[in-house]
């Protein structure tokens, strides 16, 4: 007797997170680059040359070394882009560089605007009963609610004359996406930061920098 195999059927809710978890494997494989808002400020002088520098660290990030350590060691390759060359040990450096770096959560309810008459991803689905609706929404239920969480991220660069101590240069570079700053992501921040130096430009002004495959703003 010949068998006759039914395919197997996949609830929409399943079918749709898979589908949805596809694209964003997809989409987050393929991006390799980083988009950042920029604003630069500052009197660097117009004969003067990038030179050594060193590190300087406020009393709550002395505070914390380990990330201060990871936030200066994602801060370097810029300023070496920019011209600037570490100190050596017991050397003077001709400025001195303080960096940092924010990231706040914030969670985008966009289904709760009007525009969707309260709809989204419920918690179960509704059904037609005696000429009624039972279930709790009767739009675009479809099994589960979700929220999309959102982070703004910045980091920010300044340079101060060692022997005046005067802030000489700063620059500060933003983004936002669904996922929190990592290392990478905060390389190529800080490139975009420092992309202009010593040029300054329009204040707020769109940089796009490449990344290592991995990292994405998104």
């Known amino acids: 007797m010949k068998t006759v195999r039914t395919p197997r059927r996949v609830s929409f809710p399943v079918a749709l997170a898979a589908l949805v978890a596809f694209a964003a494997l997809s989409g987050c494989a393929g991006i390799q680059t980083v988009s950042s808002d920029v604003a630069s400020y500052g009197e660097w002088p117009a004969a ?3 030179g050594t520098y060193a590190f300087e660290r406020l009393p709550s990030q002395a505070a914390m070394a380990r990330e201060s350590d990871s936030l200066e060691a994602a801060a370097a390759p810029a300023l070496a882009k920019a011209g600037f060359v570490v100190a050596a040990p017991g050397q003077n450096p001709d400025v001195l560089v303080q960096v940092g770096a924010r990231t706040q959560l914030t969670v985008d309810r966009r289904w709760d605007d009007r525009l969707w008459w309260g709809a989204g991803f419920g918690s179960s689905f509704g059904y037609w009963r005696r000429g ?10 479809i099994g ?3 929220d999309f969480p ?4 910045e980091v920010g660069v300044l340079i101060r004359d060692r ?3 005067k802030p000489i240069f700063e620059a500060r570079a933003s983004n936002e996406g669904h996922s929190r700053t990592g290392a990478e992501l905060q390389t190529a921040m800080f490139e975009a930061a420092l992309v202009d130096f010593p040029k300054l430009g329009i204040n707020p002004r769109r940089v796009v920098v490449a990344v290592p495959s991995g990292a994405s703003s998104k």
């Open 48 to 50: 003067r040359k990038p």
């Open 132 to 141: 009624s609706w039972i279930g709790p929404s009767p739009y675009w239920t």
């Open 144 to 146: 589960w609610r979700s």
């Open 150 to 153: 959102r982070y703004d991220r």
């Open 163 to 165: 022997v005046s101590s």
